[in-house]
């Protein structure tokens, strides 16, 4: 059993696809099936059922993704401890929600880029679902949320601050009128909704399922930015980081809505599963994090 066939197996068994281990692992598609062949009749196991096109990890294949996760990891370890003078290098894959990506991480990634230019970086827009599932697996190195909390016990999470969450409208909107807006006055009213900046939304979505006020229509965009232009032009209301629309509000464009709950204080946490090693490149990232958010 070779550490290059437990890579591969690790990357088939994360994304179900030798095609895209191949492309990520920048292997043959013959290759990956040789090696993964190869661990199979080595261990005497069907590591994957294949149905069609899709295939599945077998029970045995289950099994061999946590041992050899483990050994990856203190693979990477003594390699790093060994090595550990040279200038860091690979890949980090981040998942982070849209308004955080755009107005917070910027300064981050000049600095980590600027102090450790051979690590390459892929930001995937943020969505609570699989989230978990995927730190565990190591799929995402690290993540960001915007939300209260997170319960899962096999994940750390560290607070790097706080956001305010404000009601925003067309400044042309009735509500945008009122001197003070009650959590019954949405009632029958447009919501726009973010899917990438999800995890506060859910606290929203409390709030009116605890006045049992029913919004009239609910429309959900995959961007943020979309999400703001539709308002301005008078879709409909929505929720958003104040830091996302604060210049749009300065400008008039918007407006902050004088809502009975005010703003809503969300924590911005940093998530990563706690038993996976630690490599000095993740390490990097997270303390460049804390050191320029914390300025």
Same mark, same amino acid.
């Given at each position: 059993?070779?550490?290059?066939?437990?890579?591969? !197996?690790?990357? @088939?068994?994360?994304?179900?696809?030798?095609?895209?281990?191949?492309?990520?692992?920048?292997?043959?598609?013959?290759?990956?099936?040789?090696?993964?062949?190869?661990?199979?009749?080595?261990?005497?196991?069907?590591?994957?059922?294949?149905?069609?096109?899709?295939?599945?990890?077998?029970?045995?294949?289950?099994?061999?993704?946590?041992?050899?996760?483990?050994?990856?990891?203190?693979? $990477?370890?003594?390699?790093? &401890?060994?090595?550990?003078?040279?200038?860091? &290098?690979?890949?980090?894959?981040?998942?982070?929600?849209?308004?955080?990506?755009?107005?917070?991480?910027?300064?981050? @990634?000049?600095?980590?880029?600027?102090? !450790?230019?051979?690590?390459?970086?892929?930001?995937?827009?943020?969505?609570?679902?699989?989230?978990?599932?995927?730190?565990?697996?190591?799929?995402?190195?690290?993540?960001?949320?915007?939300? &209260?909390?997170?319960?899962?016990?096999?994940?750390?999470?560290?607070?790097?601050?706080?956001?305010?969450? @404000?009601?925003?409208?067309?400044?042309?909107?009735?509500?945008?009128?009122?001197?003070?807006?009650?959590?019954?006055?949405?009632?029958?009213?447009?919501?726009?909704?973010?899917?990438?900046?999800?995890?506060?939304?859910?606290?929203?979505?409390?709030?009116? $399922?605890?006045?049992?006020?029913?919004?009239?229509?609910?429309?959900?965009?995959?961007?943020?930015?979309?999400?703001?232009?539709? @308002?301005?032009?008078?879709?409909?209301?929505?929720?958003?980081?104040?830091?996302?629309?604060?210049?749009?509000?300065?400008?008039?464009?918007?407006?902050?809505?004088?809502?009975?709950?005010?703003?809503?204080?969300?924590?911005?946490?940093?998530?990563?599963?706690?038993?996976?090693?630690?490599?000095?490149?993740?390490?990097? !990232?997270? $303390?460049?994090?804390?050191?320029?958010?914390?300025?």
């Amino acid at each position: 059993m070779e550490i290059r066939q437990l890579r591969t !197996f690790q990357a @088939v068994a994360q994304m179900l696809s030798f095609n895209r281990a191949a492309d990520r692992l920048h292997y043959a598609q013959s290759s990956i099936s040789a090696q993964i062949k190869a661990l199979e009749e080595e261990l005497d196991v069907k590591l994957f059922d294949r149905l069609g096109k899709r295939i599945l990890l077998t029970e045995a294949g289950e099994r061999l993704l946590q041992y050899a996760e483990k050994i990856l990891d203190l693979a $990477d370890e003594t390699k790093a &401890e060994i090595v550990r003078s040279k200038e860091p &290098e690979g890949a980090l894959t981040i998942r982070v929600p849209e308004s955080f990506c755009v107005y917070r991480l910027p300064p981050v @990634v000049k600095q980590f880029r600027s102090r !450790f230019p051979k690590v390459s970086l892929s930001f995937i827009t943020c969505a609570v679902e699989n989230l978990q599932k995927d730190l565990r697996k190591g799929i995402t190195d690290l993540a960001f949320l915007l939300t &209260e909390s997170i319960q899962a016990a096999d994940l750390e999470a560290e607070a790097l601050g706080f956001e305010h969450i @404000v009601l925003v409208a067309n400044p042309g909107h009735p509500l945008a009128a009122k001197p003070k807006i009650k959590t019954r006055d949405l009632e029958g009213e447009t919501i726009l909704l973010s899917k990438v900046d999800c995890s506060y939304r859910r606290l929203f979505q409390q709030i009116l $399922d605890q006045e049992k006020v029913l919004p009239g229509t609910t429309l959900e965009f995959n961007s943020v930015a979309a999400i703001k232009q539709c @308002v301005m032009e008078g879709v409909g209301i929505t929720i958003l980081p104040e830091i996302a629309v604060a210049l749009e509000i300065a400008q008039g464009k918007l407006a902050a809505l004088a809502w009975e709950e005010g703003k809503l204080d969300v924590a911005t946490l940093m998530i990563w599963y706690k038993d996976r090693w630690l490599s000095p490149t993740l390490s990097a !990232f997270m $303390d460049m994090t804390r050191e320029v958010l914390s300025r």
